[in-house]
């Protein structure tokens, strides 16, 4: 198993993006997402975990939604009100929290002003 993101791209400032994780096999367990910008250290954006209880960042608060989609075995990051500091390479990862022994290989965010 492994887990395998699309989404993301490119968008203004105010815009909006889907990121997804096809996760079969994990899907259960604790999964997250996180983001590394050029030049900064590796952060936490969201995650949700077994008993579906998610947390967020202060900066993407009101701003972005994690779920899972059980029939699709995916994990998604709903993303709106895009600002230029969200530009940068994200993360899914699972099982389990605070560790994740698992991860995707990373899809770009770019928003532009």
């Known amino acids: 198993g492994q887990l395998v993101q699309s989404g993301g791209g490119s968008v203004q400032a105010g815009g909006s993006l889907r990121l997804s994780c096809a996760a079969s096999?994990?899907?259960?367990?604790?999964m997250a997402w996180f983001r590394q910008a050029p030049g900064k250290e590796r952060e936490m954006v969201s995650s949700i975990n077994w008993a579906d209880t998610t947390t967020y960042a202060d900066s993407v608060k009101g701003r972005f939604t994690i779920s899972r989609d059980n029939a699709k075995n995916a994990l998604i990051l709903q993303m709106t009100s895009l600002k230029t500091e969200d530009t940068a390479v994200y993360y899914c990862?699972?099982?389990?929290?605070?560790?994740?022994?698992?991860w995707g290989l990373g899809t770009q965010v770019t928003v532009s002003s």
């Open positions: 990862a699972a099982c389990n929290a605070p560790t994740y022994a698992y």
């Open positions: 096999g994990y899907i259960s367990c604790d």
